[in-house]
């Protein structure tokens, strides 16, 4: 059973700073690809960034130069450092693992597979 916790959330003055953290568990393999989406209420779920599993590293033009996405493999965990933080960057923000985790059914085998991270609030104030 795999599970991501995220952390790090939490109300901010603009200008300011937040490091988002998504700590995947479970039997897992690897971890092929991680981004961080965020919602704003009445919004669509949007991309923020993302590593892809060629190691390509991309950005919303919105934060692009602000947003920093990165990974730690050994501890199969993702962050999100965030700075000059905006009103406008307020929202709930998800992890999605790409992981190649053991299932465990009738036969267990490696499976590749979405996860997500239960949200994490970002408030900021103008």
């Known amino acids: 059973q795999v599970q991501l916790v995220e952390s790090g959330g939490g109300l901010v003055q603009a200008g300011g700073s937040l490091r988002l953290s998504c700590a995947a568990s479970g039997s897992i393999f690897s971890v092929n690809a991680v981004a961080w989406y965020r919602q704003a209420p009445g919004q669509q779920r949007e991309l923020v960034a993302q590593?892809?599993?060629?190691?390509?590293?991309n950005y919303a033009d919105s934060v692009k130069g602000r947003f920093t996405i990165s990974r730690d493999n050994a501890k199969n965990t993702v962050y999100l450092e965030m700075n000059s933080l905006k009103p406008e960057d307020t929202a709930v923000y998800y992890c999605?693992?790409?992981?190649?985790?053991?299932?465990?059914?009738?036969?267990?085998?490696?499976?590749?597979?979405?996860?997500w991270g239960q949200g994490t609030q970002v408030t900021v104030s103008s």
């Open positions: 590593i892809t599993s060629g190691g390509s590293t």
């Open positions: 999605n693992l790409d992981l190649t985790a053991l299932y465990s059914g009738s036969v267990s085998y490696p499976r590749r597979a979405d996860y």
